[in-house]
C-alpha cells in the first residue's frame, strides 16, 4: 500500500519566487497535517485539516504561507514570497482515527532550500 | 514551560549497552503519549504507544509518570541499527493535535 506521497522531494528556489509542496495522503485517512523541521525549532505543526476542512491554522508563520485541500486526497502548502529563513523539510502526514491523538502517518518530506 | 521537553543529546553508547531517555510534558490533561523514531534525512515513524501500566515491545520499554509528567524509554542492548532521533509525543483530548518534543539522538558505536 502506498504510504503518505509528497513532492516535490527537493526544491531550490531563490527568494521572492513562489514555492507550491504538495501532499497525497493515506486513502481513507482523513486527516491531514502539515509539519515543518528545522534542527533549531524541532518539528512545528502549521495546519491541520479534518475531513478536507482547516481545523487550526494557528500554527502557519504569517500570510506568506497558504494551504488547501481541495479534495480528501489532496492537499497543497504555498509559500510567496519564500524567504531564506523558511528553508526548512516540510512533511504532511495523515491519520485514519476519528480524533486527532492517533498514530500519525508522515510522507518523506519536502527538503526546502530558498537562496 | 515548552510543553514536550526532552534532552537533545547526543547520547553516544557502545553495542550492548542500555539507553534510559527522559521526556516531561507540560499539559497535565494529556492523554495519549507516544515515542516516535527518526532515522537521519527520513520521516518520523511510530516505534511504540506509551501506557499507563507501561509496556515492552522486545528490547524497548515505555514507562509513563501521571504524577510527575514524565515519560521515558528504555532500550537495552543496543544495536548499531536504534542509531536515530527517538521524538517523544503527547497529545491532549480528542480535540487537539499531537506535540512532539525535539529529539533525542542517539549514537550507538561498535
Known amino acids: 500500500d502506498a504510504g503518505v506521497i509528497q513532492s516535490p522531494r527537493h526544491e531550490v528556489t531563490e527568494m521572492g519566487q513562489e514555492v507550491t509542496l504538495r501532499c497525497k495522503p493515506i486513502?481513507?485517512?482523513?486527516?491531514l497535517f502539515w509539519y515543518r523541521q528545522t534542527m533549531m525549532r524541532g518539528l512545528e505543526l502549521l495546519i491541520y485539516f479534518n475531513n478536507n476542512v482547516p481545523i487550526d491554522d494557528s500554527g502557519m508563520p504569517e500570510d506568506r504561507f497558504s494551504a488547501k485541500m481541495p479534495n480528501a486526497s489532496f492537499s497543497t502548502l504555498k509559500i510567496q514570497p519564500s524567504e531564506p529563513r523558511d528553508s526548512a523539510v516540510y512533511f504532511c502526514?495523515?491519520?485514519?482515527?476519528?480524533?486527532?491523538?492517533?498514530?500519525?502517518?508522515f510522507g518523506p518530506g519536502t527538503r526546502l532550500t530558498v537562496t | 514551560r515548552k510543553e514536550v521537553e526532552q534532552d537533545p543529546g547526543p547520547f553516544n553508547v557502545p553495542e550492548g549497552a542500555t539507553v534510559a531517555f527522559n521526556c516531561t510534558y507540560s499539559?497535565?490533561?494529556?492523554?495519549?503519549f507516544f515515542w516516535y523514531r527518526q532515522d537521519c534525512r527520513k520521516e518520523p515513524k511510530l516505534l511504540m504507544s506509551v501506557y499507563s501500566s507501561g509496556n515492552e515491545d522486545g528490547r524497548f520499554t515505555a514507562q509513563l509518570n501521571r504524577a510527575s509528567q514524565y515519560i521515558s524509554l528504555l532500550i537495552r542492548d543496543s544495536k548499531l541499527s536504534d542509531s536515530a532521533t527517538y521524538l517523544c509525543v503527547v497529545g491532549g483530548s480528542g480535540n487537539t493535535p499531537l506535540v512532539f518534543g525535539k529529539g533525542t539522538r542517539l549514537s550507538v558505536i561498535a
Open positions: 499539559n497535565s490533561a494529556s492523554q495519549s
Open positions: 486513502s481513507g485517512h482523513n486527516s
Open positions: 502526514a495523515s491519520t485514519g482515527g476519528a480524533g486527532l491523538v492517533d498514530e500519525q502517518y
